[in-house]
Structures are given as C-alpha cells and as structure tokens.
C-alpha cells in the first residue's frame, strides 16, 4: 500500500477534502451506491448523502463496489432528497442538479471558487433528479454528449462529474511541485 500512496481510513478521515458533497436521490442500484462511494473516495470528497430508497451501508452489493469505501467516505441518509438539498443550502453550500435542462451550465465550465462548498445531486435511473428538488437547486450542470443517447449510467456520470470538480485540486497540487 505504501508504495502505490494509499491512504488508510484514518489518513483519509483527517485529509483535506474536496469541498463537494455528493446527493442521491432515490437510486436504485446498490451498485451504483457502491461505485459512487468508491469514486467518491478517489478523489476525496466530503461526503455522501443517501436520500429517500436509496440504499444503505452495509449491504454485501453495495460493498461489492465501493471496496471498502463506506468506511472511509463520510455518509448520512436523509428522508427526501429536498430534506438533504434544503440543509446542504443552509449550511451555504450552492447545489447543482446533474442534469440536461434548458439552461443548465455545461460540465466543462464549471469551476469551483476558493472557499465555496457545492453539492451535486445526482437522479433516478429512470427518472433523473425530482423536478420538486430541480425547483430549489442553484441551477444544473450537463454532461456535454455527442452521440445519440444524451444519458449515462449514474456511476459513470458520477465519476465524469467528480473528476472535474476534484481536477482543480491535481492541478494545484502538480504546480507546487
């Protein structure tokens, strides 16, 4: 582990996080969860919130992806998905829908400011973000697509997404080398 530059969970816990937190609303994968978490991990976010039937730790699928990932990444569960986005904007987090919608911002915009926490809501497999929890989100981010489905799996969008708002952070760290 040393040589590859793992963290432990504990190293993880005490870490500078990448100032986003992670929403989903209603999945139904446990796979998904599982590879969220793991993605989640990769590039230190700040935690995850499971809403309304997505599924919990620990379960054996969703641990059959996230690799151990529930231990290290920080994680709450809220009732509804407008709970958590409603706490999340308290706590002065600006909250994004992943999802196409007229006027949404395309993903490779999107920078994060010094200081500023952002928190990404990611949908349903079938039926993306709840239009209620669109209504109280800071806008919403797409995934800039050229072929003819124009959707992706949640875990895959997850990792797309994710990767971008941490890249910042491989860029600054690659500099002060």
């Not at 990932?69 to 407008?82: C, H, P, R």
């Not at 949404?104 to 209620?132: C, H, R």
């Not at 995934?143 to 969008?157: D, F, T």
Request: net charge negative; glycine share 8%; hydrophobic share 40%.
């Amino acid at each position: 582990m040393d040589e590859l530059g793992r963290k432990t969970v504990a190293e993880f816990k005490q870490a500078v996080k990448t100032p986003v937190v992670v929403v989903l609303d209603n999945i139904r994968s446990m796979h998904n969860v599982g590879s969220v978490f793991r993605t989640a991990d990769a590039f230190l976010i700040e935690g995850v919130c499971l809403c309304g039937y997505t599924p919990q730790p620990p379960h054996r699928d969703i641990h059959k992806t996230a690799l151990g990932a529930t231990e290290s990444v920080d994680w709450v569960y809220t009732e509804t998905t407008l709970e958590a986005v409603l706490q999340l904007k308290q706590q002065g987090y600006k909250v994004f829908g992943i999802e196409q919608t007229e006027g949404s911002l395309s993903l490779e915009t999107i920078v994060i400011p010094e200081g500023e926490k952002m928190a990404v809501v990611f949908g349903n497999e079938v039926e993306g973000v709840d239009q209620e929890v669109l209504r109280h989100c800071d806008g919403c981010i797409e995934i800039p697509q050229l072929g003819m489905k124009h959707s992706l799996n949640i875990s895959v969008a997850a990792g797309i997404v994710l990767w971008k708002l941490a890249e910042q952070r491989f860029i600054n760290a690659k500099e002060s080398v």
